[in-house]
């Protein structure tokens, strides 16, 4: 069992910033564990938003977050970071952690891939 949590959500302007952080109770530096985030509105389905591998920090980034968010970790301290610049009101979700072993880099964006998941932390970003 890997526990995940998440801290940083909040509320901000638009065009502001927040940094999201996620420890894990169990952190792999090898290939193929990768944590990620991910994002739920209101009456939407959870999507990716990026994604990070433990071992080789390989990354992955959804196209709507691409140039804006930035995803890094800290091995030592079992934590991953997404760093979140230029906030949208369309960024306001929750944000969610994710951990998983994932083979296939193509899979790092389904919400299948991941074993388990935080809590959450919210993030609304008003115009």
Do not use: H
């Amino acid at each position: 069992q890997v526990q995940l949590v998440e801290s940083g959500g909040d509320s901000v302007q638009a065009g502001g910033s927040l940094k999201l952080s996620c420890s894990a109770s169990a952190y792999y530096t090898y290939s193929y564990y990768f944590m990620g985030w991910f994002r739920q509105a209101p009456g939407k389905e959870r999507e990716a938003v990026a994604a990070i591998c433990t071992g080789n920090g390989r990354t992955y980034y959804s196209d709507s977050v691409k140039g804006r968010f930035t995803m890094s970790r800290d091995d030592a301290k079992k934590t991953v970071y997404l760093q979140m610049n230029n906030l949208k009101p369309e960024d306001s979700a929750m944000y969610y952690c994710a951990w998983g072993f994932i083979p296939d880099y193509r899979q790092v964006r389904e919400t299948r891939s991941y074993n388990y998941w935080g809590q959450g932390t919210q993030v609304t970003v008003s115009s």
